[in-house]
């Protein structure tokens, strides 16, 4: 989004118009930025053989799944509901990685029939896989215990983490396969979301080569994601392109050590999808207290919970007032429950009725949103070469009890 001539506006088309066409609460998702991030990635790695698989549990509207597919990328699903989206958005299954924490052999089972790449990450579905489906070429999640991610909740390579195998347990990993003669092609680690340090990734390199030093049919090694976007002007952001060059020598030095091509894989969420969102909001009221004025605005934890969960910044803009006084705010939602979007924020002067723009609405964002107070679901928008598409309705009272059942019980 950027002010052109007074206006707010996404590749050309002035925001303001989109929030009257569309109404508020309101999604909107630049696919051009999700693109040139795309491309960015990408390019900054120089091997033989790259994918990116989107990890589509930051933003799974079945447009956003075309959009990656249509920019070569591959899926990285955490759930069996993300693998049938993916299939259904044209994916092949085996340009979907499967990588599934803590669930039912069922679930397994539901992979196992869609043909998708498994991705294990305890030693009872590696048994379980090694007993049941022996011609199957498996991944592995390795947990390497590197301490990193942004926040204790989105950190899940530590000791006590429940994700992946345990580095240590490697001897029994090598015990099950050999004796169950599995076929192991693939080795996986993801360590958490807002890696500060890409050291992170050249120590799990080092870690991931030593197990895959063990797999005769390796033919990919995923590193996962973490990168790091910017969420404020002064933020940390993953140099991507400088750890894609140093990364890349590294990588291309295993493969040669190995005699052979590996394919390298990453699964970014957040780094392609955060920027391009934009949450548009009204103004219900400006609420002046003994202290504080707040800005109370017609939306709440319900449609972006990631300030009250991870204490995330989102950058606030009164896109209605590009260039009145700044005044200092706090902008709160209508939930009933504490639900401070920011604290002492200093925005263009807002009245009510003023639209408010969240920043970095685009990676679990939406999809985190809930029916929480009985409230519906904002619509999404996808702009694309200039154009404005509705991606999803905005829910209605039917929705809210589309799946009640009403009984005839004598209360
Ligand atoms: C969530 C997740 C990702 C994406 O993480 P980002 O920080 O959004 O890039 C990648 N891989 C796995 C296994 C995940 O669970």
């Known amino acids: 989004m950027e002010l052109m001539d007074n206006t707010y506006k996404i590749q050309g088309i002035d925001v303001l118009d989109i929030t009257k066409k569309y109404d508020t609460p309101l999604y909107v998702y630049d696919g051009e930025k999700i693109k040139s991030q795309y491309e960015r990635l990408y390019n900054a790695f120089n091997v033989e053989d790259l994918k990116l698989h989107y990890a589509c549990k930051a933003l799974s509207n079945i447009n956003i799944l075309k959009l990656m597919k249509s920019l070569g990328a591959g899926l990285d699903a955490v759930s069996i509901s993300e693998v049938k989206m993916g299939l259904k958005a044209g994916f092949e299954p085996e340009d979907i990685i499967y990588t599934p924490n803590c669930v039912s052999v069922g679930e397994l089972e539901a992979a196992v029939k869609l043909g998708v790449k498994m991705n294990i990450d305890d030693i009872e579905a590696l048994e379980y896989m090694g007993m049941n489906h022996p011609q199957i070429p498996l991944c592995i999640r390795i947990n390497p215990h590197l301490m990193a991610g942004g926040n204790e909740n989105i950190s899940v390579g530590h000791i006590d983490s429940k994700f992946g195998i345990s580095i240590h347990q490697l001897p029994l990993i090598l015990r099950i396969v050999k004796t169950l003669n599995i076929k192991i092609e693939g080795v996986h680690m993801h360590t958490g979301s807002d890696i500060l340090d890409v050291e992170v990734f050249n120590m799990a390199a080092d870690i991931l080569f030593q197990v895959a030093d063990n797999f005769e049919d390796i033919t990919y090694i995923d590193f996962g994601s973490g990168f790091k976007v910017k969420y404020k002007s002064n933020d940390y952001e993953t140099p991507i392109e400088s750890f894609g060059k140093s990364f890349s020598k590294k990588f291309n030095d295993y493969c040669k050590k190995r005699g052979k091509t590996i394919r390298l894989m990453f699964e970014p969420g957040k780094f392609l999808v955060s920027e ?118 905005r829910e209605s009272f039917e929705d809210l009890l589309r799946n009640q059942v009403e009984q005839e019980i004598s209360f």
Do not use: W
Request: with cysteine.
């Open 276 to 393: 391009s969102g934009h949450f548009f909001v009204r103004t219900n009221l400006i609420k002046q207290t003994t202290s504080t004025i707040f800005a109370g605005v017609d939306s709440g934890f319900n449609h972006l919970l990631r300030p009250m969960f991870y204490e995330a910044h989102h950058e606030i803009v009164n896109v209605s007032n590009p260039n009145g006084n700044e005044r200092i705010y706090t902008i709160v939602g209508y939930i009933c429950e504490t639900d401070t979007f920011g604290y002492n924020r200093r925005l263009s002067e807002v009245k009510e009725n003023d639209i408010l723009c969240f920043k970095n609405a685009g990676a679990y964002c939406f999809m985190m949103s809930s029916n929480y107070n009985s409230r519906k679901r904002p619509a999404e928008v996808l702009i694309y070469n200039g154009k404005d598409y509705l991606i999803r309705e």
